[in-house]
Structure formats: structure tokens, C-alpha cells
């Protein structure tokens, strides 16, 4: 299913909001926007303003680039099955040594 600019974009707000965990009234107030109109963006029936947007990236401490980047707003057991599908698929040597190095790199076992 593929969700909308908006939903996608209030999914990844409320998602950056709980990780701070502020609730909705807190965030909203941090904001300068109601708790409804916050509301409202996180289901993404509205959209948020320039001014908005600036003040929910100052508030979340973030990037733009980490708030539009919300193709990952799947479970972490979703993310983990379409990585070994992808695993899977691999049949260059160079490309299964890569990712071994990039993976023993983040995870440091």
C-alpha cells in the first residue's frame, strides 16, 4: 500500500516526535501550532507550513533530509525480511563481501 506525501510525512513527524517522547500537546507547543492542527498533520489531512516545518526540524533536531527520508517508516521485523530477501538475491562474491564489511562495521560483532 502505498501512502500519500502527507500521510507519509505525518507518520515520520510522529515517529521523530515519540523517539524525542513528547507527547502531541508538548511538541505542538514547542511548535507554536494547536495540538488539533498537529494532530491533523500527523494523520496527514493537513500540511504543515514553511514556518512549521522549520520549527518541528529546530524542535526534533534534525535535518530535512532525515525528515523526507520516509521510505523506512516500516517495522523493524518488515525491514529485516526485505533485507534478507534482498541477501538472498546476491550472487556476486564483490557484492557479498561488501556488505559483510559495511555490516561487521555497524553492528561490530
Known sequence: MTLNIKKQLGLKIRHLRQAKELTQEA?????????????????GKNFLTAETLEKILTTLEITPEELFAVNHNKPAED???????????????????????????????
Open 27 to 43: 511538541f505542538a507547543e514547542a511548535i507554536g501550532i494547536s495540538p488539533r492542527t498537529l494532530c491533523f498533520i500527523e494523520n
Open 79 to 109: 525491514l529485516k525480511t526485505e533485507m534478507i530477501e534482498i541477501i538472498n538475491k546476491l550472487t556476486n562474491r564483490r557484492q557479498i563481501e561488501t556488505l559483510y564489511k559495511i555490516t561487521k562495521s555497524i553492528i561490530k560483532v
